[in-house]
């Protein structure tokens, strides 16, 4: 029974008590001050009368004073009684009447869909990569909060719990192309053996907070275990760097010698201040300038005009040697010679993994946490300016914040900028939103982890996309396009429409990277396209 009903069965049998005892009140008292016997029916009748309001029948006026103020005290407890269902009663049946109701349970017809184990910060992501992948999907919420915020949001969500075989079964997890968990290292367990006592063989994908207890999961019965915070932190690492070969360790290969990347422009760079055309990128590297992060903001495209500025973000296509020439032309003289110090701020996983590549590579390390442990240099608050100098941030040509808290995060690199206006800042963040914001404070280089986490997920459950990029500003993917099918690059005009650009087509067994505005695509190509995580949406409702 819901806590309402039992309130209001409460209540009831509350009043019913006061009635009853205030109709044998009220007898006796006619009696003794009145001379004027009623019998029990007759009282009955005059207290439901009375806490009514519907008045005193044939008996008032009453010739006592302490009769008189018996009726007084009893018609304020009438009033009182009346006011209080208010709350009680009237008020819920009211919210229930008019509130957003969550199912409880999917259509009995709902097969070959994700069950996604429950709504957390980073099931945004995901759950737009299944909706431009038109793969249906149900979220099972069992807080009533969240799950009417899903559901007024569009998304396909009961309420139930997780970690319930009924709250699983009513989800049709027996039908289900896979379960997808991202909870907590233990409920994610908790849901995991729940699914295996319904469906042994259902495909499940749980992500973990410490890749320690991967091991966990799959005696749970996990298929494929992902560790997202390992791989952003390792993404991070990579442009703390001042060897070339280590900068392009993430490009993305586009057939036999294609490669996309991003290039950071850095303080110091001789590129800083110039424009895309006085730069002579593209005279100079041979490089294909697809796109441009300005201050978190991407332009596809980016008119020759664009001013480039330390921590722009360069999106480029070329061979290796032509990328090579781009980044040593966006690194600063001092990052051409020398690693120098790097501050990593925040010792979770993340700061764990960006610490343990960077010492694997030589490069020094100062790390900072607000907790004393092994491998922590300066214990403090990294929003304090003392302890960021005590890390000596001034001098150091890197810092990486790996915090968990995003507002937290958003200050750090306030104080930061403040404390060392040349340093390079790298930065992760939990949501997608605080990106702009982290650029916006001075952050260089930001990635969150609900991206990372939707596109790493959505990798193992899309059969027929694959994303080539998953610790990424862009997303690039390689997918069908029926309805480009017979269109040439200019008629299609994807970059208008969508954002997005083509780069290659896969065609029988063979890859076109000369990619003109007379290029025709054809019937059974796949092509290589790269965009923002809107764009590539878009791409994906529009051509695929």
Known sequence: MDSWKRRVVGYSAFVVAVLIANAFAYRWGMRVYENDPRTLVESLRFSVEMFTTTGFGGDAPWESQQLNAYIAVMDLVGMVLLIGALPVVV???????????VPRAVDDGLTDHVVVCADTTRSDALLTEFASGSIPYVVVEPDSDRAVALYEDDHDVIRADPESTDGLQRANLTSARALVTDVSDQVDASIVLAAKEISSDIRVISVVENPDRERYHRLAGVDEVLSPR??????????????????????????DSLRLAEVSIHHGSGLAGTTLTNSGIGARTGVNVIGAWFNGEFEAAPTPDATLSAGTVLLVSGREDQLERLVDMSNSSTRRFGAGETVVVGYGQVGRAVTAVLT??????????????????????????????????????????????????????????????????????????????????????????????????????????????????????????????????????????????????????????????????VAGDEVVVVGTDDGIRAFEQQFA
Not at 94 to 101: K, P
Not at 489 to 509: H, L, N
């Open 360 to 521: 694997d590579a030589g490069i020094p390390v100062t790390v900072v946490d607000e907790s004393d442990a092994e491998g922590v240099d300066v214990v403090g608050d990294a929003t304090d300016p003392e302890t960021l100098s005590a890390a000596g941030i001034e001098d150091a040509q890197t810092a990486v914040l790996a915090l968990p808290d995003d507002t937290v995060a958003e200050f750090t690199t306030l104080v930061a900028r403040d404390l060392a206006p040349n340093v390079e800042i790298l930065a992760r963040v939990e949501e997608s939103e605080s990106v702009p914001k982290m650029h916006r404070a001075g952050a260089d280089y930001v990635l969150a982890l609900a991206t990372v986490t939707g596109r790493l997920c959505a990798s193992r459950v899309l059969d027929d996309r694959d994303v080539l990029s998953l610790d990424t500003h862009v997303e690039v993917i390689q997918s069908a396009a029926p309805r480009l099918a017979g269109k040439t690059v200019a008629e299609a005009d994807v970059r208008e429409t969508t954002g997005c650009s083509v780069i290659a087509i896969e065609r029988d067994d063979e890859t076109i990277t000369d990619i003109g505005p007379d290029t025709r695509f």
């Open 91 to 101: 008020t819920p049946l009211l919210q229930e009447a008019f509130s957003t109701t």
């Open 230 to 255: 390992s791989l952003l932190g390792e993404s991070l690492a990579a442009k703390v760097t001042t060897a070339v070969h280590t900068d392009l360790d993430e490009a993305v290969p586009i057939g």
